[in-house]
């Protein structure tokens, strides 16, 4: 490796600790329920799930998880932010 790339390594661990700097925009997930698969998205600051459990609350377990998962990086829904 040469010089160059290690001073972008080293980078690269530094800012992913940094989490602040980084807003993901939109990503689409399968999820594994313990029931069915489950289509998670984030578009504009919006989650969306095709469960009907977010149908009716706007949020899920699908969505939290995710929400856990990329924590500081993500919207919260209404529903972990009032935790
Ligand atoms: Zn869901």
């Known amino acids: ?7 972008k390594v080293e980078k690269a661990h530094r800012y992913a600790q940094e989490r ?3 807003k993901l925009r939109s990503i689409e997930v399968t999820v594994r329920g313990d029931n069915d698969s489950h289509t998670v998205r984030l578009e504009d600051g919006r ?3 095709g469960c009907d459990f977010f149908g009716h609350n706007r ?4 969505t939290m998880a995710l929400e856990i998962m990329l924590e ?6 209404v ?4 935790a």
């Not at 490796?1 to 001073?7: D, E, P, Q």
């Not at 500081?72 to 829904?77: D, N, T």
């Not at 529903?79 to 009032?82: D, L, N, R």
Request: proline fraction near 4%; glycine fraction near 12%.
């Open 20 to 22: 602040d700097r980084f």
């Open 59 to 62: 949020t899920c377990a699908h």
């Open 72 to 77: 500081g990086i993500v919207p919260k829904s």
């Open 47 to 49: 989650w969306a799930c």
């Open 79 to 82: 529903a972990t932010s009032a």
């Open 1 to 7: 490796m040469h010089s160059g790339m290690i001073g």
